[in-house]
């Protein structure tokens, strides 16, 4: 919720601030936002379609100009938020919310341009809407093509074991 805060992985910690502790420092984000170090996160596992190196706070975002996040050298999908809902909270009732979310947090031009989407976690992976941090997306329909070659071939491979021991 604040405005000018960062979380870093370990790797990144360790890297800008060797031997020492990371929190409280200041780093310098695109040579022009000064962001506050508040949290060390340890780093995320190497299968992890999430490997990230930096959290910057949303308040951060929204207090600066969209042109400034632009530049990241990395996917450009705007906002990328994660939510945990409460028990009891259907999905319909969050994203009843989003037009007035976009309405206090948007100017206009950006709000014509913009669409949020509220999708389940277990699906992130297979939906290929979503290019996910690792590019490593699998569409279930590929998964499921996979799976018919693959069981093909060993029908075929016991088709001709048969047929070679019984020439």
């Given at each position: 919720?604040?405005?000018?805060?960062?979380?870093?992985?370990?790797?990144?910690?360790?890297?800008?601030?060797?031997?020492?502790?990371?929190?409280?420092?200041?780093?310098?984000?695109?040579?022009?936002i000064?962001?506050?170090?508040?949290?060390?996160?340890?780093?995320?596992?190497?299968?992890?379609?999430?490997?990230?190196?930096?959290?910057v706070?949303?308040?951060?975002?929204?207090?600066?100009?969209?042109?400034?996040?632009?530049?990241?050298?990395?996917?450009?999908?705007?906002?990328?938020?994660?939510?945990?809902?409460?028990?009891?909270?259907?999905?319909?009732?969050?994203?009843?919310?989003?037009?007035?979310?976009?309405?206090?947090?948007?100017?206009?031009?950006?709000?014509?341009?913009?669409?949020?989407?509220?999708?389940?976690?277990?699906?992130?992976?297979?939906?290929?809407?979503?290019?996910?941090?690792?590019?490593?997306?699998?569409?279930?329909?590929?998964?499921?093509?996979?799976?018919?070659?693959?069981?093909?071939?060993?029908?075929?491979?016991?088709f001709?074991?048969?047929?070679?021991?019984?020439?």
């Amino acid at each position: 919720s604040e405005p000018n805060v960062v979380a870093l992985s370990q790797t990144l910690a360790e890297k800008y601030f060797p031997g020492e502790s990371a929190v409280g420092r200041f780093l310098r984000l695109n040579k022009s936002i000064d962001l506050q170090v508040i949290a060390v996160l340890e780093d995320a596992p190497v299968n992890s379609d999430f490997p990230f190196g930096l959290f910057v706070s949303m308040q951060t975002k929204i207090n600066r100009e969209p042109e400034e996040f632009k530049r990241w050298n990395s996917i450009y999908s705007d906002d990328v938020a994660f939510l945990l809902l409460e028990n009891g909270v259907t999905q319909e009732q969050v994203e009843a919310q989003f037009p007035d979310f976009v309405e206090k947090y948007w100017n206009k031009e950006h709000r014509e341009v913009t669409t949020y989407v509220l999708s389940p976690f277990k699906d992130y992976h297979f939906d290929q809407r979503f290019g996910n941090f690792g590019n490593r997306s699998a569409p279930k329909n590929l998964l499921i093509v996979y799976a018919i070659i693959g069981i093909f071939l060993i029908v075929t491979a016991c088709f001709n074991f048969i047929n070679m021991s019984t020439a």
